[in-house]
């Protein structure tokens, strides 16, 4: 176990520790403002505070783990071997950089909270973050500064065994409508219809009737090789579906028809299932219980994971509801047209509430790609390269890599052409 002494035990402070020592480090965290305890402790120990007590490994801190609410910070980025740290520490610290405040400002999403412009659905854009301009985005920096740590505490402590974590995959199917011609009813198939006649897609119209006739399976019907990718692989699949009400935002399938609910069934069988939170339950939380139960009643088990449309956060009311609604478990953490680590890790975290100032039982399974944020990359092995880096990133520190695809993008429509092959390289990355 690894004491730690301070002057000041906070919340923020017991929350970042916990993430950097237990959930990446595998090893047990405690804390004392006692010195005659700190002094007694005959394994692991580190002192954080503004100097350090004698000759024990240090680490300066900065005020920000101290503090509550929010204040204007002065972030000055700097190059750290082959990664980037911010709140440098001084000459006599063990470290270069307060790696605990500066994972705690990437944890908890501070700068999400400040002000900033939002894009057309409201979203908060990676353009304005600090990891995207000062390029350290592609980097998992909160593990790579928690391994950091470990080869300190390692060469100060030579005879202790840290535990070993691996690589691990944690892949989620989006699937905001599970058909592309079939189910829609009659007006909307009809409005589609003279839809792709007005714009001369002729060729859609022949494929609109082969499937409606039943000649040809619906190309977004990709669940048949979904369940048989999953038989391959120990590790659960979690394929989530928006089941709200149709509107602007979400043109799902209704679950009054037999045939979605059915299908819904089937895939629970085999992967984990989860609702994608329709656009409008973002702000309603009435809406959000409506849909939690509706998947509920389908599935006969607790809701666990949901995902809001569009990647879409309203920090921190979203998280709020979801703890109110018992939903522990949320996929929305990430950029849709970039790839990167948005709140600098691949290891799952708890959300932290900067208004109450304490951590939640939500768990947040951030999300390093999306099937949208390759598809700037123009061909196959540019999409290739690019998600092996990201691949070869979360493995050099163990971590979980999680994707977000969509039913859609196996469906070799178009651009989506080849994303069957990406999705492979993802699950056997893992073997």
């Known amino acids: 176990m690894l004491l730690v002494y301070t002057h000041k035990i906070t919340p923020r402070l017991t929350y970042t520790f916990k993430h950097i020592c237990k959930r990446i480090l595998g090893i047990e965290v405690s804390f004392t403002s006692k010195v005659e305890d700190f002094i007694a402790h005959n394994s692991l120990k580190m002192s954080y505070a503004k100097q350090p007590l004698s000759n024990e490994l240090f680490v300066r801190s900065n005020d ?236 006969n088990t607790d809701l666990k994971a949901v995902r809001h449309s569009f990647s879409k956060l309203n920090l921190p009311i979203s998280y709020r509801n979801l703890i109110e609604l018992e939903i522990n478990q949320d996929f929305t953490m990430g950029y849709v047209n970039v790839l990167g680590f948005r709140a600098g890790t691949c290891t799952p975290f708890q959300f932290y509430d900067l208004d109450y100032e304490v951590q939640t039982p939500l768990q947040i399974n951030p999300y390093h790609c999306m099937d949208f944020g390759l598809l700037k990359y123009q061909s196959k092995l540019d999409k290739t390269e690019h998600l092996q880096k990201l691949i070869n990133q979360v493995k050099a520190v163990d971590g979980t890599f999680t994707p977000i695809f969509h039913n859609y993008s196996f469906s070799d429509l178009d651009r989506w052409k080849g994303f069957r092959s990406l999705f492979n390289m993802i699950l056997q990355s893992a073997e």
């Open 64 to 299: 920000l783990l101290f503090e509550q609410g929010l204040s204007d910070l002065d972030i000055h980025v700097q190059k750290w071997d082959n990664t980037k740290g911010f709140f440098a520490t001084g000459e006599r610290s063990d470290l270069p950089f307060d790696i605990f405040a500066a994972s705690f400002y990437l944890l908890s999403r501070y700068e999400e909270y400040l002000p900033h412009v939002n894009d057309a659905y409201g979203r908060f854009m990676a353009k304005d973050s600090l990891a995207y301009n000062n390029k350290f985005l592609n980097q998992p920096v909160v593990d790579i500064w928690a391994y950091k740590l470990r080869d300190v505490l390692k060469k100060r402590f030579p005879d202790f065994v840290f535990p070993e974590r691996s690589y691990q995959v944690k892949p989620v199917i989006d699937v905001p409508s599970a058909y592309y011609f079939r189910k829609k009813g009659l007006l909307r198939t009809i409005g589609g219809i003279f839809g792709d006649l007005g714009r001369l897609k002729l060729k859609q119209v022949y494929q609109r009737f082969s499937v409606l006739m039943g000649f040809k399976r619906d190309p977004y019907d990709t669940f048949k090789w979904i369940i048989t990718k999953q038989k391959q692989y120990d590790f659960k699949f979690i394929v989530l579906f928006l089941i709200g009400d149709y509107s602007t935002y979400d043109k799902n399938v209704s679950t009054n028809k037999k045939e979605f609910v059915s299908l819904i069934k089937s895939v629970a069988d085999y992967c984990d299932v989860g609702i994608k939170a329709s656009y409008f339950s973002l702000d309603d939380i009435s809406i959000l219980k409506k849909e939690k139960q509706k998947m509920e009643s389908i599935v």
